[in-house]
């Protein structure tokens, strides 16, 4: 077994803290990861806090995870002693099921194991995420890091880059569209940048005039604020795509005005209470609100050479271990521009 430091929640209400497990062996189709740097999204708070109701204690969140090789099994044919690796938010799924064959293991109809706060595929032996030293996964579901880029900068792709970038992907999002992010945070910063990286035309929909400049230097064309009436009376039947990525309580039917014909709402976001959707809001544009769950490992690999190729990371702030849970507090205020990476050294010294 493999001695692992780490920071865990122990319960849903006491802070995270230092704590030490074992991971498994090296087994023969499977990589050992350094952990080097580990993104801190918006659902390891929900899951710390057991805001989803689904929590497993002890828990080590983290699933936007960088780092380096430093033992490969005996069949490992990808990757080798000294790689820049990564792992997403799963570790592995049923393999059998259509969406699995498809690619698209994030759909997984068992369900797959998530990186953390779930189950290895035999549902006994619980999954422990980045807030680590060191991982072990199967090669297949372990992502080629290029050395292109900053890593730092690069951990969050694994979560809020891909959680952006399929649906872009999968409505084919490009040119001669009108696009809307809602919510400039972690995930709507990337759904600005990759979105106008596809050619599409962007506006940033936000509450705080403080955030037009930045979302003009990540690429957004146009800003409006959505609680000027006005202005979202002018934007009615303006967009073909909104990339709605607020996790907070919100009204959905305020924003489904702002398609065109045949537009479509997609929600990244999962707020912990339920929104009710009056039918006439979809009726009378013959509108679709549509969700998105990250992305399965080939589309993944696809958007980390993407962005290695056009120069994309996400804009981060760079925090040790020991400042987690103030950098939670921090993260609820939305002062974080514009996703929180844990420099896994801190814990190795501590």
Not at 80 to 86: F, I, T
Not at 142 to 156: F, N, Q, R, Y
Not at 319 to 341: P, W
């Amino acid at each position: 077994m493999i001695a692992t430091k780490a920071y865990a929640a122990q319960n849903a209400t006491t802070p995270l803290g230092p704590w030490n497990f074992e991971r498994r062996e090296v087994g023969p189709h499977d990589v050992q990861i350094d952990i080097l740097y580990c993104g801190v999204c918006h659902s390891d708070l929900h899951q710390v806090r057991n805001e989803w109701k689904d929590s497993i204690y002890p828990m080590v969140p983290g699933h936007e995870i960088v780092g380096r090789v430093t033992k490969v099994g005996a069949h490992v044919t990808r990757f080798k002693v000294g790689d820049l690796a990564g792992i997403g938010c799963f570790v592995d799924s049923c393999r059998e099921c259509d969406p699995c064959k498809a690619g698209e293991e994030q759909y997984c109809v068992p369900g797959n194991a998530g990186t953390y706060n779930s189950y290895e595929m035999d549902r006994k032996t619980l999954t422990y995420g980045g807030y680590s030293t060191d991982i072990v996964t199967d090669e297949k579901y372990t992502l080629k890091i290029s050395d292109k880029l900053p890593l730092e900068g690069v951990a969050p792709l694994l979560c809020a880059g891909i959680t952006t970038f399929s649906p872009l992907r999968h409505w084919k999002v490009g040119k001669g569209h009108k696009v809307a992010v809602l919510g400039l945070g972690g995930l709507g910063h990337m759904a600005v940048k990759l979105a106008a990286s596809f050619g599409a035309e962007v506006t940033m929909l936000s509450t705080s005039p403080s955030k037009e400049a930045d979302a003009r230097r990540l690429g957004a064309h146009h800003f409006a604020l959505i609680n000027d009436k006005a202005k979202l009376k002018e934007l009615r039947g303006r967009f073909d795509f909104i990339i709605n990525t607020v996790s907070a309580p919100h009204e959905y039917s305020t924003f489904l005005n702002l398609l065109n014909l045949d537009g479509t709402m997609i929600c990244l976001g999962a707020p912990p209470v339920p929104s009710a959707v009056p039918a006439f809001n979809l009726i009378t544009g013959r509108r679709s609100i549509a969700g998105s769950l990250i992305g399965g490992i080939r589309e993944t690999q696809e958007m980390l050479d993407y962005c290695a190729e056009h120069n994309i990371v996400s804009d981060v702030e760079v925090i040790n271990i020991q400042d987690i849970n103030d950098a939670y507090e921090r993260m609820l205020k939305g002062d974080v521009k514009y996703r929180f990476v844990i420099d896994i050294a801190s814990l190795k010294k501590s």
